[in-house]
């Protein structure tokens, strides 16, 4: 297998491949698992196990892979630790729930910013970055190579959030947004963690 993933009490396993070379690897992990969870007097029901096979062909139909007796459902989609990987590895789906998200989180700013006595705006901007970055953040590492169409997107979300926190009207210049509520654009946040990754795998390559 190329990557076993093991998470609280979630694995996920990566397997790259002819059909039948990607069967005998997911076996072969299949077997460590079950030996490890036997051990400790638990099992791991295979059939509840998804399969999302990623190709770049338009039109690929993968024939059933069954392990244990027990078929793998095929997925078109499947979340792992938060983010949503296609089968196309296109990242449309994650993007669409990160901007749902989004949206909810400026009609938060919103009700908040409409009282009478409302937050200061330092405060307004202060909660906008702690949700919105905290929730783009997570995985942009992986889905921020995504189309410059889907980056246009998130950044236009993250334009209303922060116009709806400083109270600045839509007319105002980007530039000047990022300026006066000190905010970054998508490309920079994927930018300043690539850079920290690619520090922290230079000095703990492990």
Known sequence: VDFVG????????????????????????????QQWAESRGTIIPVNKAELLHICRKKFCCPTTLVINDSQLQYKTQMRILGVVFSKNLSWNNHVKKLIIKISKINNLLKLICSRKKGPHIETALDICRALVYGLIQHGISIYGWTSKQNIHKLNASLNHCFRTASGLLQSTPIDSLRIE??????????????????????????
């Open 6 to 33: 093991i998470y609280a009490d979630n694995i996920f396993a990566v397997a790259s491949g002819t059909l039948v070379a990607v069967e005998s690897k997911l076996k072969d992990i299949n077997d460590r698992v």
């Open 181 to 206: 509520t000190r905010s970054s654009n998508i490309q920079s946040v994927l930018e300043k963690i690539s850079v920290n990754l690619s520090a922290r795998s230079i000095t703990d390559p492990e």
